[in-house]
């Protein structure tokens, strides 16, 4: 069982996941052994409002498992091929009029 420091790995900085944060959705690759109750009181713990009032409410998480891509490339002649890793991935939506202060002006 993974320790709240360890369960959400890092934000993912993508273009769609920048406009989620728009309708208050962000999204973060989590430990794969971690549940929707572990990564809804890691991010209750870990980040604070994006106004510095205190304390985040979490309203939903969806979690997904992204499977890794296949990737193929030519070596001095040579065709090969390797996979990327998958992650589970998680989107976590806040209360109304709450935003996380990571992803402010990025």
Known sequence: MPGIYEIIERPIITEKSLTMNGERKYAFA???DANKFQIR???ETLFTDGDGDGKLTVTA????IVKGKIKRYRVFGRSSVSKTPG???AVVTLAEGQSIQ???GV
């Open 30 to 32: 989590v430990h794969p």
């Open 41 to 43: 009181q890691a991010v």
């Open 61 to 64: 998480v969806n979690t997904m």
């Open 87 to 89: 992650y589970k991935k």
């Open 102 to 104: 990571l992803f402010e």
